[in-house]
């Protein structure tokens, strides 16, 4: 084997056996236990499980009419993975979508760090910098962070692959351009179908960087020239290849059934708080409990607050920026972490969790003092029409802007690696270096063991499922909707053997985008039992409940493992007038129902 290969195979190895070793809570029950909370990676778990069945099924794993019966949902807007689900549905349907889920955001975390590292070589004279770089982005706060449930985020080793593309076209130029522009267009198909959301922050980003380097060079119009005809062609054949890789994603998505019609999540919500930067949270192995009840005033969620960099790393990136400023690469990749960093702000500051009126683009009028070594007009302007973009601009505004921080640790992380080098080279303050180092990496542990969730996994669901009628209906509590996902999960595990009402998916609501299913009496009546509501319902509100069993066409009705159990096999006993079956861990009526054709979209390509 070639030394480079062997070298970049042992890369691949250590960083997967690290992400293993982080994640040794879930392995150690990897069939039972899943990484995270337990709260979107259930429903990533069904992505895993549906995908098996709608390939071995000839069926379009972008659209199910499986779960939110009657109209069944279009899965394109709700984060679906199709790419990373099929290449591993073999798995899936041998050991089963739990087990999947956890080698999915094991490898994610794994290729991330990897494909860092060979993109970083590019910048690092010696490869304990570069391997100090992919460790970095590999396993950053970010990652850490949606780690808990978005393997949508985790999995990202294609912007690395993005950037070793961009290099080579726009500064290297030692591969054909149609090569590199026939590779860009092909990952950014499969990051499409991998991360759909990572891929428009990753061609913003792109973007901005191209108006960077034309800025740092725009008073060399002969070279500016020189490098659009070489660019151009370039980008047009891998615009042409994308839409015609992606041309059935992108139909399902903006023409097909089921399509949301508002903005996904809050405006300005999911965003880096001013503070978050220096604030450590719970995913951090050194966060003072004071400290970390501080971070829980910030916006969204423990999942999206990834920003966290520390004052040790960012002095380190700050005295690396200084002492190489002549170099054009540590200026462009400066530059666009400072972006990064400012566009996941969002549109106005949130400050120790407050939200303000002051535009967060204010902030780049810092960099004026900047003027002569950088564009600092250019980058005040990314900043406001950036922050524009992500509030109102129709497909962009569904980033969520704290994500942005992605992108801006594979900065970070190159920056980290010039560091690196200078200290291997003797040419940086030992003392000072190692201090930094020290701090840095204690700052940025992740917290361990990582965080694991043993979701209630009822035995009927692998074994006595199987005698209700294929395909058909079922109703089961907890009710998954927005944020409880475990029917899913459940539904997963039968081989999607029937079919649910029920979803925790993006579809079209009349007054606003949610990620419940359609409003009914069912829902709203499962929802208050589950929090301990006391009902009394009258006599038309059990004929609304079963009218909803009625036009669902549903065959069985399951109570699983859930809050206030007792108080949902009640409701269910005195509606269908007859005690439950209690087998393999749920409570069971069996209904009789007419099959229908009408449920749900046809879901064949």
């Not at 689900?85 to 080698?103: E, K, R, W």
């Not at 009628?469 to 459940?490: C, D, K, T």
Request: net charge neutral.
């Amino acid at each position: 084997m070639p030394a480079r290969v062997a070298l970049a195979v042992g890369a691949l190895a250590g960083y997967v056996a690290l992400a293993g070793l982080l994640f040794a809570g879930a392995w150690t029950h990897p069939f039972t236990r899943v990484i995270g909370d337990g709260g979107d990676s259930i429903n990533f778990a069904w992505f895993l499980g549906w995908s098996h069945f709608a390939l071995t099924h000839h069926l379009s794993p972008l659209l199910s009419s499986y779960i939110d019966l009657p109209a069944g949902a279009n899965l394109t807007w709700s984060t679906d993975i199709p790419l990373p689900a099929a290449m591993l549905s073999p798995l899936t349907g041998l050991l089963g979508p739990v087990f999947t889920y956890n080698l999915l955001v094991t490898l994610g975390v794994g290729a991330s760090a990897w494909t860092a590292f060979m993109a970083i070589r590019r910048y690092a004279r010696r490869l304990p910098a570069a391997a100090a770089g992919g460790l970095l982005y590999g396993f950053s706060p970010t990652m850490m962070a949606h780690a808990l449930g978005h393997p949508h985020v985790v999995v990202a080793p294609i912007p690395p692959l993005i950037l070793i593309a961009l290099d080579d076209l726009l500064i290297r130029h030692r591969q054909p351009r149609w090569l590199m522009g026939t590779a860009l267009g092909v990952l950014a198909a499969a990051q499409l179908v991998t991360g759909e959301e990572v891929l428009a922050s990753t061609a913003l980003l792109a973007l901005i960087g191209l108006g960077l380097l034309a800025a740092m060079h725009r008073r060399d119009r002969t070279a500016l020239w020189e490098a659009t005809r070489h660019v151009v062609p370039a980008l047009a054949l891998a615009a042409a290849i994308f839409l015609a890789l992606g041309a059935y994603p992108l139909w399902t998505q903006f023409l097909g059934p089921q399509r949301p019609d508002r903005v996904l999540e809050p405006r300005n919500e999911y965003v880096s708080d001013l503070f978050s930067f220096l604030a450590p949270t719970r995913i951090q192995w050194l966060a003072p409990s004071w400290l970390v009840g501080w971070t829980q005033r910030f916006h969204g969620n423990l999942g999206e607050w990834g920003s966290y960099l520390g004052a040790p790393l960012i002095a380190l990136l700050a005295w690396t920026a200084y002492r190489n400023w002549r170099s054009e690469t540590v200026r462009l990749v400066t530059c666009l972490l400072l972006v990064c960093a400012a566009l996941s702000l969002g549109f106005t500051l949130h400050i120790a969790g407050r939200t303000t009126l002051v535009p967060a683009a204010l902030l780049a009028l810092l960099l004026i003092p900047l003027r002569r070594t950088i564009p600092a007009g250019f980058l005040l302007a990314t900043a406001g029409l950036g922050s524009l973009a992500l509030l109102l601009m129709p497909v962009i505004d569904n980033i969520l802007p704290a994500r942005l921080m992605l992108q801006g640790f594979l900065f970070a992380a190159i920056l980290v690696a010039v560091f690196v080098d200078s200290v291997l080279d003797h040419r940086a303050p030992r003392t000072v270096s190692l201090a930094l180092s020290a701090l840095a990496i204690l700052a940025l542990i992740p917290v361990l063991p990582y965080p694991s969730t043993a979701p209630p996994l009822p035995a009927y669901f692998t074994g006595a499922v199987k005698q209700l009628p294929e395909g058909s209906v079922a109703l089961v509590a907890p009710y998954a909707r927005a944020s409880h996902g475990e029917a899913m999960l459940w539904q997963a595990l039968s081989g999607m053997w029937f079919r649910m009402p029920e979803g925790y998916m993006f579809v079209p609501h009349p007054a606003v985008n949610s990620a419940d299913p359609p409003a009914s009496a069912t829902q709203t009546t499962l929802a208050a039992l589950e929090q301990g509501d006391r009902l009394n319902l009258d006599a038309a509100g059990r004929q609304a409940l079963l009218a909803d069993l009625d036009r669902w066409h549903v065959a069985a009705v399951i109570v699983g493992p859930m809050s206030h159990r007792d108080a949902v096999i009640a409701l269910y006993t005195g509606l269908l007038g007859q005690p439950p079956e209690l087998t393999g861990g749920v409570a069971l009526w069996h209904r009789q129902a007419e099959a229908s054709s009408d449920l749900g979209f046809r879901s064949s390509p």
